[in-house]
């Protein structure tokens, strides 16, 4: 029981380890790893935020059209000053009047009038501390340029959108370039690596026959020669091929230390891809992300131009306030309850304003003309494009004839030199010559995929 008790401790402790292994690599497809990448990397998550920050801004535009409440409290100390009123009834001389023709009463309120008014009966005011709490409403009733600056952050978020679209096929562009490069370079190592067991044959085979005395030592040392280089040029693949795995896990927003496989060969793209149709296909302006992005920014320019002209117009607040006072003075006329209408008119602005609308109406200008510019581009891009997938395809298809011809006669040189028909230096051109083709074969692979990818971009179809 102990025993087994203590295997299940041991299992229990190294369990975790041993998942851990297994979730350390990562398969992927081309199709799942520019999926991946969408939802990983940090370009992408980058523009994600530009669209939540682009939210942010259209809230703020519309909270400016909302009621806007704000509340103030204050708080004044008059060191108790203290108000004399002296309305000119200062003088002890009594006034010039003859009293003999007013009567009883009218004198009398000369006589209350007199005392009011004497220095000797005037009681200072006290300025007492002030204290208020006051709360104020304001709404916008109306404002042209709150309307235009509103549409204007909605255009704002859409190009931010675009922007994530752009982002997007950009990644999915490294992303794939990067697989490809991966791909190519594997098959060129299976090459490489299938040469060198080749080689590795025919050197031992040639080292037997030089032992026996049936073949030169030359040919010993030329094959020898031509495995080292082999063997040192698969060194090199290898490196590559590690660096490049580093790239694409830095572009999937993978970690480092985690191990990825691709789970697609060569051969399986090739198959899917169907270049013919594309070479065919007429391009759709509106669904290309530079065409949208750049008629995006001729909208703004139409907003911008509209929110200047609408500089000229009035603007429309309605306004209420309550104050209470929590401490008042012996003088205070000021009401607790305040409304009104604010009317603002642009009269004159010594041209700043017309200057601003000219401003934005030569900016309109070139938005329109950067437009009809890349309009042309993207048509002229597509002829190109297309001359160049049609280039590569023609090509690929007479390398890859070219590789089957040169491996064919390879295998008839490496024969004869067996039976001793032909010497290494035969066999070591035909080999050279067969090595090239497959290199030639690899680059035009490359240079098709390389096509097909440009043309989906600008397409918008990965």
């Known amino acids: 029981m102990k025993k087994l008790r203590r295997a299940g401790v041991i299992l229990t402790l190294f369990f975790p380890l041993l998942t851990y292994g297994q979730m350390e690599k990562?398969?992927?497809?081309?199709?799942e790893a520019r999926h991946y990448a969408i939802e990983h990397n940090r370009e992408i998550q980058?523009?994600?935020?530009?669209?939540?920050?682009?939210?942010?801004?259209?809230?703020?535009?519309?909270?400016?059209?909302?009621?806007?409440?704000?509340?103030?409290?204050?708080?004044?100390?008059?060191?108790?000053?203290e108000i004399e009123f002296d309305l000119g009834m200062g003088s002890s001389s009594s006034p010039d009047l003859d009293y003999s023709v007013i009567d009883a009463g009218?004198?009398?309120?000369?006589?209350?009038i007199e005392q009011m008014f004497s220095p000797t009966n005037s009681e200072p005011i006290v300025m007492k501390n002030q204290s208020n709490a006051k709360v104020q409403l304001n709404q916008l009733i109306f404002s042209g340029q709150y309307w235009v600056g509103l549409q204007t952050a909605r255009i704002a978020k859409e190009l931010s959108q675009k922007g994530l679209l752009k982002t997007e096929l950009q990644v999915k562009e490294t992303v794939t370039n990067t697989f490809y490069i991966i791909l190519i370079t594997e098959h060129s190592?299976?090459?490489?690596?299938?040469?060198?067991?080749?080689?590795?044959?025919?050197?031992?085979?040639?080292?037997?026959m030089y032992n026996a005395g049936l073949a030169e030592k030359t040919d010993v040392d030329q094959l020898s020669i031509n495995l080292s280089q082999l063997k040192n040029t698969s060194n090199s693949v290898k490196r590559n091929i590690t660096l490049s795995y580093s790239?694409?896990?830095?572009?999937?927003?993978?970690e480092p230390s985690l191990n990825i496989v691709l789970n697609e060969s060569l051969d399986e793209i090739m198959e899917k891809s169907d270049f013919e149709s594309s070479i065919l296909k007429e391009l759709d302006i509106n669904e290309n992300v530079d065409y949208q992005l750049i008629n995006g920014q001729v909208e703004i320019g139409e907003k911008q131009l509209a929110l200047q002209k609408w500089a000229y117009s009035p603007t429309l607040v309605g306004f209420y306030s309550y104050t209470e006072k929590l401490q008042t003075t012996g003088l205070d006329m000021s009401p607790n309850h305040v409304a009104g209408l604010n009317l603002s008119i642009p009269i004159f602005s010594g041209g700043m304003r017309q200057s601003q609308l000219n401003q934005k109406k030569i900016e309109l200008d070139v938005a329109k003309r950067n437009k009809s510019m890349v309009q042309d581009q993207l048509y002229l891009q597509e002829g190109n494009l297309k001359v160049n997938l049609n280039n590569a395809y023609e090509n690929y298809q007479t390398q890859r004839d070219n590789v089957r011809i040169a491996k064919e006669l390879y295998k008839s040189f490496e024969n004869k030199y067996k039976q001793g028909i032909l010497s290494s230096l035969d066999l070591t051109q035909a080999h050279a010559s067969y090595?090239?083709?497959?290199?030639?074969?690899?680059?035009?692979?490359?240079?098709?995929l390389q096509a097909q990818l440009k043309i989906d971009i600008l397409n918008t179809r990965l």
């Open 435 to 448: 090595l090239n083709a497959e290199n030639s074969y690899t680059a035009a692979m490359f240079e098709l």
């Open 46 to 81: 980058n523009a994600r935020d530009n669209i939540t920050i682009s939210d942010e801004v259209i809230k703020e535009a519309r909270s400016q059209g909302l009621p806007q409440v704000s509340a103030t409290l204050d708080f004044m100390t008059y060191f108790d000053y």
């Open 189 to 208: 190592l299976n090459i490489i690596n299938d040469n060198i067991k080749n080689i590795e044959s025919i050197y031992n085979h040639t080292a037997n």
């Open 106 to 112: 009218d004198q009398e309120i000369l006589s209350m």
């Open 26 to 31: 990562t398969g992927f497809t081309l199709d």
């Open 247 to 254: 790239m694409l896990k830095f572009q999937l927003g993978i």
